[in-house]
């Protein structure tokens, strides 16, 4: 079809089709070469303009134009998004100047150099500098300004105008640009003068307002529009959904939406990446989603990809597909939001990602580990669990190490020891292999549930973590070997602890006091006095230094033998190293003697911890009684009691019990109401299955396992694990 030849007294009534909504990358390009726009990220609007020989002021132009390439649209979202970052931090640069042959030489027109924002135009009767024009104008304020200045430039075409106008937007100067509009509505009332503002200078200055970030002309704008029966077009409509987006009026933006089909325009792909924003904008990924859906339906039923004239567009599938990347994107960056949000929104996470399943989108291995790096809360352990079980499903791709140390860091802060040590497992047998951090990370794991089995005894777990640790090739180091040990030494595991501490031994690791301490607990538990001797020395031996532990485990034993003379030279020693002996180490003294049935010897300990001004307590009354009721002194027995109820303690049932028993059998005359009421008996709690619960809800483990084998404590690292 022949492009219409449009003269300037007409040009009032030329639509010419334009987007500039402070895009980063905009490109227009014609069906035919007569007429092409492009919109640089860095350098605004270049008009490239055939004048060719026609009488003076006619311009031939195209016909129309294709619609915006999706680029456009990423690049608006972005620009709406975040600040505009460039390189042309000054617009109006120097250009080579332009001979009067270039449009003869040159078929589309003659190169036109491309320097800053504003642009230089050819015609044929001369040159028009729209830089130097822009630049004189850039102080204008009034109309009158603007006056002075294009008083004797006689009539430009409109394009100059509007190039201007596009430029103040960048440059933020709402003043000049609003100038230069009145002028131009000036100019149009008077007699027989060809400046008309047209729909493509109503859309430059509103582009110009939103790319300013001034918006309380807009609404004149738009009056003054309707009043000179001016019909706003595609380009209009995403001019201003892109400034209700910058108002944070997403309602309206949805509304411009749903207009645009009554007013017979059909949404350019750039409306529809305005309207994904706004999902973005609210936090909406399942709307966003709800909308593109739509949107691929359509475009399926041939119902979208057509332009005003209904012919079919012709990169509408190159369009469709950078439209569903977008949608991917705000998905994501929806996600991301939710992930940071203050509430707990993990659920609504998995939701989306099942939903964006179904419609089959599905976001690349990158995105998914910026959300892992976006968990940071206990709660968001489904969530890092399922996104990492994404990207291992994903062919060709390869998880980041730093990414895995992050899943196995969060998997510990949440409690999921036991798929945090899946996590390590994959990076064994699936790479990338593990680090420095890797090791660390799951060896402190390990430590963390250690402990939890030493507080509550829980020796056998204790002792297949520590084989897990070892088949996996992590050398567990003192801390985790003392934690097995103290929690056979609290299970009366004599011989567990002996053979954990061997392994210790063997596997090259240094034993600590911690380590004899809990090893002469558990042999004294057992009763093996002589064992026990043979540890001290060594220990001493080793060069180590007994602790407070270490030496009321040896009193205890050396009681229990009753070698009390040895008992008082620990005593000693204590006092002058600096170790003071405390309850703890009399009531373990007093309990061997009481064993022994030795209740005398019990006493002389009891007074000996008046001397040295420590307190007894409950225990101390307890146990000092049992022995001296079984040695035959009730009424000794008795008065300890009354002596306990004096100071507020409240003794067991079972010191009860031994004094009146005590009593009636060595017939010893006391006063039984003077004990107080009979105690309540304390039941003891078995309480290993219960314990065994609580720890399998905190290594996150099943509570039925296997049956324990003995055989297991005698594991070494080169055995392989049976399961």
Not at 635 to 662: F, I, P, Q, W
């Amino acid at each position: 079809m022949q492009a219409p030849t449009i003269s300037s007294e007409s040009l009032h009534s030329c639509v010419i089709p334009h987007l500039d909504l402070g895009l980063h990358s905009f490109k227009w390009v014609k069906r035919k070469k007569r007429f092409n726009l492009f919109h640089n990220s860095c350098h605004g609007l270049l008009l490239r303009c055939r004048f060719s020989s026609c009488p003076s002021g006619t311009i031939n132009l195209v016909r129309k134009t294709k619609k915006p390439s999706l680029g456009a649209a990423f690049a608006l979202t972005w620009a709406l998004d975040e600040p505009t970052t460039g390189n042309d931090d000054s617009p109006i640069e120097e250009s080579n100047q332009l001979n009067d042959n270039d449009g003869a030489n040159n078929k589309d027109g003659g190169d036109v150099q491309k320097r800053g924002i504003y642009r230089r135009q050819k015609l044929q009767n001369g040159r028009i500098d729209v830089r130097a024009l822009a630049l004189r104008l850039h102080s204008a304020t009034t109309a009158d300004d603007v006056e002075s200045i294009l008083k004797d430039m006689g009539n430009l075409p409109l394009q100059v105008y509007s190039t201007v106008i596009r430029g103040f937007g960048k440059d933020k100067k709402v003043d000049s640009a609003m100038a230069l509009f009145e002028w131009l509505k000036r100019k149009s009332n008077e007699a027989d003068c060809p400046i008309q503002p047209n729909l493509y200078i109503y859309n430059s200055l509103l582009g110009a307002l939103k790319q300013a970030e001034s918006f309380d002309f807009v609404d004149d704008v738009m009056s003054d529009m309707a009043a000179k029966g001016l019909l706003p077009n595609v380009v209009t409509y995403n001019t201003l959904m892109g400034i209700y987006i910058e108002h944070r009026k997403e309602a309206k933006v949805f509304e411009l939406f749903e207009e645009m089909p009554t007013k017979g325009i059909f949404p350019s792909p750039a409306s529809y990446s305005i309207v994904l924003l706004a999902y973005r904008r609210l936090e909406d990924g399942f709307g966003a989603l709800t909308f593109f859906v739509e949107i691929r339906d359509k475009f399926q039923k041939g119902e979208i990809g057509k332009d005003n004239d209904g012919e079919e567009e012709e990169d509408w599938v190159d369009e469709f597909a950078k439209l569903e990347n977008f949608t991917i994107r705000i998905c994501y960056q929806v996600m991301r939001r939710w992930l940071v949000n203050s509430k707990n929104l993990s659920t609504e996470v998995l939701r989306l990602l099942k939903e964006m399943d179904k419609a089959g989108l599905q976001p690349g291995h990158e995105e998914h580990e910026r959300l892992i790096w976006a968990c940071t809360r206990e709660e968001h352990y489904i969530v890092v669990k399922e996104l990492y079980a994404r990207i291992r499903e994903m062919t060709n791709t390869e998880i980041s190490l730093s990414v895995c140390n992050h899943v196995i860091w969060l998997m510990g802060k949440a409690k999921k020891w036991w798929a945090a040590l899946e996590i390590y497992e994959d990076l064994l047998d699936k790479g990338p292999k593990p680090n420095n951090m890797s090791y660390e990370l799951i060896v402190s794991h390990f430590s963390i549930l250690l402990t939890a089995a030493r507080k509550k005894g829980i020796w056998r777990w204790g002792v297949r973590l520590l084989n897990k640790m070892e088949e996996k090739g992590l050398k567990p180091g003192s801390r985790e070997w003392n934690a097995v040990l103290v929690a056979c030494s609290k299970a009366s595991e004599t011989s567990a602890a002996i053979e954990i501490f061997k392994r210790m031994v063997d596997q090259g690791e240094k034993p600590t006091i911690i380590s004899y301490g809990a090893l002469l607990s558990a042999l004294e538990k057992g009763k093996l006095y002589d064992e026990a001797l043979q540890v001290w020395k060594h220990m001493l031996k080793m060069g180590l230094e007994p602790n407070l532990y270490a030496y009321t485990i040896m009193a205890s034993i050396y009681a229990g033998q009753q070698k009390f003379d040895i008992v008082d030279s620990i005593i000693q020693e204590m006092v002058t190293v600096n170790i003071e002996p405390t309850v703890v180490t009399f009531n373990a003294i007093i309990s061997s003697c009481g064993r022994s049935n030795l209740g005398s010897v019990a006493y002389e300990y009891f007074q000996r911890m008046r001397v040295l001004n420590i307190a007894p307590n409950e225990v101390t009354y307890d146990v000092l009684i049992e022995a001296l009721a079984s040695d035959g002194k009730p009424r000794l027995a008795y008065e300890l009691h009354l002596r306990a109820n004096n100071e507020g303690l409240v003794l067991s049932t079972k010191a009860y019990d031994a004094v009146v028993e005590s009593s009636e059998s060595y017939g010893a005359t006391i006063d039984v109401s003077a004990l107080g009421p009979r105690p309540p008996e304390r039941k003891k709690k078995v309480q290993t299955r219960k314990k065994l619960s609580e720890f399998c809800d905190l290594a996150d483990v099943p509570r039925r396992s296997k049956p324990f084998d003995r055989s297991e404590i005698y594991k070494s690292q080169s055995e392989e694990d049976p399961r």
